[in-house]
């Protein structure tokens, strides 16, 4: 048995299958889509504990789990609603979008830190910071280094070496 194409249907059925592969693509690329905000970023936990998986979805074993509120996080990657992030000690993995905020905090390390009244060494202490301490971050107004931040309702001033949350040269209000 001979089975008989037309012409047209020759010059027809190659687009056909163009057309439905590039459907198929442009699925597979609106599955994958981010925010579109940059990456990397930080963003902050939302709730007081949330799972970290080994893959992006709640098929994925739960591998860690953060019991701290407030605790900054940097996001790496995104895939669909998980993202991928990264604590102050390198540890990574995935963690659903609704358990993040936008909200900018900053956590104490090292040593005890003072917190300064102005953006400068010899300002009026304020406060004294324990290492592993979690405020807000409020603004880096400059790339000079110095940060002002609020924690239990105390205003003052940290330079970006003394806190983990803000980018070496990152600059916002």
Request: hydrophobic share 45%; with cysteine.
């Amino acid at each position: 048995m001979k089975i008989l194409i037309s012409k047209a249907l020759r010059w027809v059925l190659p687009v056909i299958i163009v057309i439905g592969l590039a459907a198929e693509f442009s699925v597979a690329v609106a599955q994958t889509q981010t925010t579109g905000l940059p990456l990397p970023r930080y963003v902050s936990i939302r709730a007081g504990e949330v799972n970290l998986r080994t893959g992006p979805g709640v098929q994925y074993p739960v591998e860690w789990v953060f019991q701290r509120q407030k605790l900054p996080l940097e996001i790496i990657k995104e895939y669909r609603t998980w993202r991928l992030i990264r604590d102050w000690e390198g540890t990574q993995g995935w963690m659903h979008q609704s358990m993040l905020s936008g909200t900018r905090t900053f956590m104490v390390t090292g040593k005890p830190r003072t917190l300064r009244a102005r953006p400068e060494a010899k300002s009026r202490a304020v406060a004294i910071m324990e290492p592993g301490a979690i405020g807000e971050l409020m603004s880096c107004p400059t790339a000079a280094g110095w940060c002002r931040v609020k924690a239990d309702n105390i205003d003052g001033w940290l330079r970006r070496v003394e806190f983990w949350g803000a980018y070496q040269n990152e600059v916002f209000e």
